[in-house]
């Protein structure tokens, strides 16, 4: 079946760093793609996504490239806030199969200032 | 403004009680899930509605039901509360697909603790 895996966190941030945060994938047929952010004490809202290859989905300063041939989605950012800490989810919905997003376990950011 | 609302933030039940979990969307969605999230898990799919009176399980349906009688409202059941369904539970709803992932509107999460 689908899966996503991210990187582990926490992942702990000066403020002004860069960030990356890496997700892959496997899918039996040709996904779209996604970042998920879940503020603390708050449900999850879309960062940005990308539904073909080569696509880049960016938001907010937050940039991730849809890379077919290494089944990667990476997350990145040139310089985090304070404001930008939360956990961050990558996830993967595959139309020709289960009509349901697949989610990676979450990636906990923490920027400090 | 859309709007996924889910009927209490916290909740507090007995093992063996049966727990009904309430969500409601305001956007004419015909998509609608239910996820748990628990640390290092990520979101794993219970259940999820593409219509009313439609459900389809997802990859943890043991231990749940679900109700979809009206568009807007889609309901969780845990029909004997168990410990182990401590969790934080998650209602979404989207459009129709069509070929196009559109995005899931996330409710603000239920906390059920167990006990």
């Known amino acids: 079946g689908d899966s996503v895996t991210q990187m582990e966190g926490p992942v702990t941030l000066s403020e002004e760093a860069f960030l990356t945060i890496n997700c892959t994938y496997t899918a039996t047929g040709y996904p779209s793609l996604f970042w998920y952010v879940q503020y603390p004490g708050e449900g999850l809202q879309l960062l940005l996504k990308?539904?073909?290859?080569?696509d880049k989905g960016s938001n907010k300063g937050f940039e991730a490239t849809y890379r077919k041939e290494t089944t990667s989605f990476h997350l990145e950012k040139g310089s985090v806030q304070v404001s930008d800490s939360a956990v961050y989810f990558c996830?993967?919905?595959?139309?020709?199969?289960?009509?349901?997003?697949?989610f990676g376990s979450g990636t906990r950011l923490q920027v400090q200032p | 403004d859309v709007k996924v609302t889910q009927s209490s933030r916290y909740l507090v039940k007995r093992t063996g009680e049966k727990v009904f979990l309430e969500c409601v969307q305001d956007m004419d969605h015909e998509n609608m899930f239910w996820y748990r999230q628990d640390p290092g898990l990520g979101l794993r799919l219970i259940y999820f509605s593409y219509d009313v009176k439609m459900k389809e399980k997802g990859d943890i349906p043991e231990g749940y039901s679900v109700s979809r009688e009206k568009k807007e409202r889609f309901s969780l059941i845990l029909e004997s509360a168990s410990t182990n369904q401590t969790s934080m539970y998650l209602c979404?709803?989207?459009?129709?697909?069509?070929?196009?992932?559109?995005?899931?509107?996330f409710g603000p999460g239920t906390r059920l603790t167990v006990t």
């Open positions: 996830a993967l919905i595959d139309l020709t199969g289960r009509r349901a997003l697949t």
């Open positions: 979404a709803s989207t459009r129709s697909w069509a070929g196009i992932a559109y995005e899931q509107y």
């Open positions: 990308a539904t073909k290859a080569d």
